[in-house]
């Protein structure tokens, strides 16, 4: 049976599209239909492999190359789906509105309980899961690295002085600017700010800050990287409107 063109199937912006399976709880069915699908698969074929070893039991020695190689398979697809994560922009989807509002429960949404993980049985489903987390929980992870960024400058208590020391820099020419009425010299302000800016990036070269900025920058980044891709999409609170369709709730 043929089915004639639709004009409308082609005028939907894929934000507009994404923000409908998001509302209607359908990524959540992608995501688990995906994790099913894989695990059939996997059950059929393993099943398959007992199987013909039954049958075959004088070639046992096919019979456990035949093994062998499905747990080769088994983890060299799952070495790929790890990789893959090293090429995606996890911040690809992320907007300015995803750090609005409340942040999410730490215990019952952000960590969840232990059926709320599963290994990303391909690369597209971890990457549907890291876009789709990341924008879920951008206030948690952002919570997270101001607290790995606190805990490197408790670790290097030098560079929290310099830290503290360019804040106090930038005070005090802040109030010195207001108390001098910098506001009608110019090229005094202009001065001053340059030669600030020249003290605050010797400070932070010499007390080290950039380590420490950067050590819990990869801390944090790989910690959102594991848990966004092996958390599955599960919806906090869902209700259903007048059409039928399920609807996210988001506190």
């Known amino acids: 049976m043929a089915f004639s063109a639709n004009p409308l199937s082609l005028s939907v912006p894929e934000p507009v599209f994404e923000s409908w399976l998001r509302d209607t709880g359908y990524l959540e069915i992608l995501d688990q239909r995906t994790t099913d699908l894989h695990r059939h698969s996997s059950t059929t074929a393993a099943a398959a492999t007992t199987a013909s070893s039954d049958t075959a039991v004088t070639n046992s020695a096919a019979a456990a190359v035949s093994i062998s190689n499905g747990v080769f398979v088994l ?21 300015s509105d995803d750090f609005s509002g409340d942040t999410p429960s730490w215990t019952l949404q952000f960590v969840g309980s232990f059926d709320s993980y599963s290994f990303p049985s391909s690369p597209s489903q971890a990457r549907l899961r890291v876009h789709e987390n990341v924008k879920r929980y951008a206030r948690n ?33 802040k109030l010195c600017g207001d108390r001098w009425g910098l506001e009608q010299h110019p090229v005094v302000k202009q001065s001053l700010i340059r030669i600030s800016q020249c003290a605050t990036a010797v400070i932070l070269f010499c007390t080290n800050v950039q380590m420490a900025l950067f050590s819990a920058l990869a ?12 958390r599955k999409l599960t919806p906090s609170k869902q209700s259903t409107s007048k059409d ?5 709730l988001r506190s």
Do not use: E
């Open 141 to 173: 992870y952002a919570s997270l690295f101001v607290l790995f960024f606190s805990c490197s400058l408790y670790q290097k208590l030098l560079a929290l002085v310099g830290l503290i020391s360019c804040l106090a820099l930038w005070d005090v020419l």
């Open 75 to 95: 983890i060299f697809s799952r070495i790929g789906t790890l990789l893959s994560l090293l090429t995606l922009n996890p911040f690809a989807k992320l907007t």
């Open 219 to 230: 801390v944090s980044y790989v910690v959102m990287i594991l848990h966004a891709s092996f």
């Open 244 to 248: 039928g369709n399920r609807r996210v």
